[in-house]
Each structure stands twice: as C-alpha cells, then as structure tokens.
C-alpha cells in the first residue's frame, strides 16, 4: 500500500453486518474506519432470533468463508442437515442431506450473538463506533444503513421451550402470503417468524395464522413469547455506488438472496468487496464480478417462487427430498450459468 494511504479514514455509516466486516477488514488491510450507528449498541434491534449462513449460496462453507477474511468465529452457531416441510392441508416433508443446509446464528446484543461478537472484534481492533449518532450521508465513504425501501415484512415470536433442536419451513400462499414461515429450535431457545411480500391492513392476523398452526399442526407449545418485526427490500436495482462515489453495502445496496431472505452472507460478501476496492478494483466491477450474476439467479427464483401455487410447493419440496444431495440440488438452481456470467459484462 501506497504510504500516503496507510491509516486514511473511512467513514461507514451504520454498525450492522456489512458496517462491522467492512470495518475489521478496511483496518487489517492498513485503513482507519470510523463507524457510525444510531443506536446504543450493534444488535440493538434484534432479539436474539435466529437467521441462517446457507450453504447453497454463495459461499458452500460459509464458516470457513469467514476464517478465511480473518473474521473470528466466537459467535455461537449451530449445523442442521435436516428439516420439515409444512404446507397446510398437505402431508408433512422430511428433507434430509449428506451436507449442512444451514449453520443457525442468533442476532442480538448478547454474547454469542453474531452482532454483539462482531462488536466485539471491532472494538478490540480499536476501531471506533460512534453509537447514538445519525450520520449525516454526505459526510460518509461506505453506507451500510440497511434498506430504505419496504417490499419485504418479517413478523415472528422468540420463546423458550423443551422441544429438542429443529428445523421447520412453512409454506403456503394462505400462511405466507409470496414468502414462508419458519421455526428454530436451538437449545431451548425458539424463532418463529414469517416473512412475506404482501401488503395486508392487518398484517398481525398473518403472524396469528402462523402461531395457531404450529400450535396446531406441528404440535409446538408457544408461551411467554416477544414479539419482533422487521422489512426489507427486493429492489435488485438498488444503487450500489452513487453520484457522490459512496458505496453501498448490505441491504442499503440491495444486496440479498431474493430467493429466501436470509441476507447475511450478501452483507459479508458486499463488504469483503468494498474494503478490497480501496485497495485494487473499482467496487462497480468487484461486485459485478462476483455477486451480480448469484443476484440474477436469486432475482429469477424468486419471480418463480411467487408463481407457484400450494401443490406446485408440495411438488418441488417432494423431489427435493427424494434426491440423495438436497443440499446440491439447491445449489444447481441457484448457481449462475454460463449466460449468466456473460450478462456480468453488459
């Protein structure tokens, strides 16, 4: 690195995922990150729920992934090579693989949670997090805020239980209206959620829907539970750079799986890449290079997704749990194609 770059500030607004990596890998590669978050802690809106670090994505290994970029795994995490399958009216569907369908992380401001540890590791690199404070966007490099736009809604519940540790997938257009449901359970500690697309006036009866028919139907006793929520956003246009040559990250740039939700590894990713550009490439064509073409695909799935009707689920999740690679068969649907890396120029 040049020496008159040696120790520059970069200035990243927001403390979430992408803010945190981008921070601990802008400072390993000889910058000064600055952060800037409006809350009084990372994590502080979340509620020690569960997401996951899918293995069909981008990256097969997720975990390693993250050794990998010199992020330390002292969050808790926990390996699921199974789950069910519900769709209401339908038979129940076991999908079982020889490889990990998810490593399940909590997000929250406790220890072992994914945002208080990546605070923590930032905070021992003597990186500074401004907490409490609302940046003003002109003043910033690297925007990591989070999505602007509300196409996307995440109602669930965390509660404790005596259930053993499990996995279920809900769908169902009439349970989870262009999304689905799921359920975690991870020693003794339970996530229940839904997210879907659709607008509804009384979007707590969908939340209640989904309550009663894991009550009901998968036979879950849900008591003494908090209630969250949360959006997001399916623009798969969201500006990544913009007129002023800030960059966005996270769901700010509309990095996603528009597919299933779980954004995690497209905020690590973005933010890998956006601290690589202050070294070599533009971010334009890092991003271009090696998330454009996985978003297509995402964006593709998830026009089909939408299309589907109850027994077209039943169908699709049925042969997914006749293959002897589930994990691969996911993997094949979500991997770009030749034409798709081609596009990645245009």
């Known amino acids: 690195m040049p020496n008159f770059l040696k120790n520059k500030e970069v200035h990243i607004g927001g403390a979430g995922i992408a803010g945190l990596v981008a921070a601990l890998k802008l400072?390993?590669?000889?910058?000064?990150?600055?952060l800037y978050e409006k809350s009084s802690c990372c994590g502080y809106n979340r509620h020690g729920d569960f997401e996951g670090l899918e293995t069909w994505n981008i990256n097969s290994d997720p975990i390693r992934h993250l050794r990998e970029?010199?992020?330390d795994i002292t969050f808790n995490y926990s390996t699921f090579d199974e789950f069910d399958v519900h769709i209401p009216g339908k038979e129940s569907i076991f999908i079982k693989s020889p490889e990990p369908f998810f490593?399940?992380?909590?997000?929250?401001n406790k220890p072992g949670d994914l945002d208080y540890e990546l605070q923590r590791q930032v905070e021992n690199q003597n990186i500074k997090i401004n907490f409490n404070f609302k940046s003003d966007k002109n003043d910033l490099n690297i925007i990591a805020t989070g999505s602007k736009e509300v196409n996307a809604y995440i109602r669930g519940v965390v509660f404790e239980t005596?259930?053993?540790?499990?996995?279920?997938?809900?769908?169902?257009?009439?349970?989870a209206p262009y999304g689905y449901g799921y359920l975690i359970i991870i020693d003794g500690r339970a996530t229940l959620a839904v997210a879907y697309k659709k607008k509804s006036k009384n979007r707590s009866s969908i939340l209640n829907n989904l309550l009663d028919f894991v009550s009901n139907t998968i036979k879950i006793k849900i008591e003494n539970y908090e209630e969250f929520a949360s959006f997001?956003?399916?623009?798969?246009n969201t500006k990544k750079v913009d007129s002023k040559g800030r960059i966005h990250i996270g769901e700010a740039g509309g990095f996603q799986d528009y597919l299933f939700g779980f954004g995690i590894q497209y905020a690590i990713e973005?933010?890998?890449?956006?601290?690589?550009?202050y070294e070599s490439k533009t971010f334009q064509s890092l991003w271009r290079k090696q998330l454009r073409s996985h978003m297509r695909v995402s964006y593709r799935n998830r026009r089909f997704f939408e299309r589907l009707n109850d027994d077209q689920f039943y169908y699709i999740c049925k042969i997914i749990s006749k293959s002897k690679n589930s994990v691969e068969l996911l993997r094949q649907r979500c991997r770009p194609g030749?034409?798709?890396?081609?596009l990645n120029f245009f």
Not at 162 to 175: A, E, R, S, V, Y
Not at 270 to 277: E, R
Request: glycine fraction near 8%; charged fraction near 15%.
């Open 27 to 34: 400072k390993k590669n000889g910058f000064n990150p600055i």
């Open 69 to 71: 970029n010199s992020i």
């Open 103 to 108: 490593h399940i992380v909590s997000r929250g």
């Open 162 to 175: 005596k259930h053993k540790n499990q996995i279920h997938l809900i769908l169902g257009n009439n349970i």
């Open 232 to 236: 997001g956003s399916f623009n798969y």
């Open 270 to 277: 973005s933010a890998i890449l956006a601290a690589k550009s």
């Open 338 to 342: 030749l034409l798709d890396r081609m």
